[in-house]
């Protein structure tokens, strides 16, 4: 019912509605209404009751990361239908992992916190309470598992191409790293849960720095927010931005197998392609030219012997000659 209140005020936006208005739509007592009412203001709603006018929204909530607030208009088919919202939580690929096989595909696990965040090869993200985007999200493509890889490009390409649309000009660290000015502000941690010729259920994880400004010495010459680059974009836009441009990527792959849009943004918005870089395993470094991204997603690269090679996301790691990218 708290839900149904929510959809109400968010469609009048700044228009009055009565509480007996509200209590002949939704069924339910005056004194129902004037409870549920009390209970939003606590969760963050800026709700207004004026004599004889009746409730009204006083701001959009455009900070809330709830279920309604998100899908409000978000008019997606599978991607956001079902969102699960925690105030904190250890990792959401975790309890991602934990619920996959039990909650419908497009499923989205979102924290305000995250304690025990991680990116690729283990390595942790630092998620604080309300400062940025950790999510993830449930997927079941009918496929086989080795073309599972190719999620990551479109996760990239979807991230890179909302925020772009929002103003924000990013570019692709291949294949999972979103840049802004040289430095990362958001990632991407997909993991497959798969049998030979079977994808039970991938989980895709994207971490997003919205609002932090201070990082901690280790990661400061790397990382980077959407305030500290100085864009106040509100979080519930990104991730309906983020959602919907996703959906459509994805929807392409998985249906007809078509990998054309998701490419040319990969190479639109490519923070190395053309560029000399560090290709990075374990204790070897060799400086290579990239070249392009082929049809399979993976990168072409050319060495100081001037061989071509194609390197496949997840062999290597990579570091700009002079800093991050």
Request: contains cysteine; charged residues 30%; proline residues 2%.
């Given at each position: ?43 963050g709603y800026n709700i ?69 965040g991680k990116g690729r ?205």
């Amino acid at each position: 019912m708290r839900g149904k209140i929510i959809e109400v005020i968010l469609d009048i936006k700044n228009d009055f509605i009565s509480g007996e208005e509200l209590s002949k739509g939704l069924g339910i007592s005056r004194t129902a209404i004037c409870k549920y009412m009390k209970t939003l203001k606590e969760k963050g709603y800026n709700i207004e009751y004026v004599n004889r006018k009746g409730y009204r929204l006083i701001e959009d909530p455009k900070d809330l990361l709830t279920y309604q607030n998100i899908s409000h208009k978000l008019n997606t088919k599978i991607i956001g239908n079902n969102i699960i919202h925690f105030e904190t939580i250890d990792s959401t690929n975790n309890y991602a992992k934990k619920v996959a096989l039990q909650k419908p595909e497009g499923t989205v696990i979102i924290s305000e916190e995250q304690t025990k965040g991680k990116g690729r090869v283990g390595r942790q993200w630092h998620s604080k309470s309300k400062d940025g985007i950790w999510m993830s999200i449930i997927l079941k493509p009918d496929m086989i598992p080795q073309k599972a890889t190719f999620i990551t490009s479109i996760a990239g390409a979807s991230i890179a191409k909302a925020l772009n649309d929002l103003g924000v000009k990013t570019t692709i660290k291949w294949p999972n790293d979103i840049i802004i000015n040289n430095k990362k502000v958001a990632g991407i941690l997909t993991e497959l849960s798969a049998e030979i010729e079977k994808i039970n259920y991938i989980v895709l994880g994207i971490g997003i720095n919205v609002k932090t400004m201070e990082f901690s010495q280790e990661i400061s010459e790397i990382a980077t927010s959407l305030y500290k680059e100085g864009h106040k974009i509100s979080r519930v836009d990104v991730i309906r931005k983020i959602l919907k441009e996703f959906e459509i990527l994805y929807l392409q792959y998985i249906n007809k197998d078509s990998k054309g849009e998701t490419l040319d943004i990969c190479r639109q918005y490519s923070a190395i392609i053309e560029k000399d870089v560090y290709l990075i395993k374990g204790e070897e470094k060799e400086l290579v030219r990239c070249l392009d991204i082929n049809q399979e997603g993976n990168l072409i690269v050319r060495t100081k012997n001037n061989i071509k090679r194609e390197i496949i996301s997840g062999e290597v790691s990579i570091r700009g000659i002079k800093g991050y990218v």
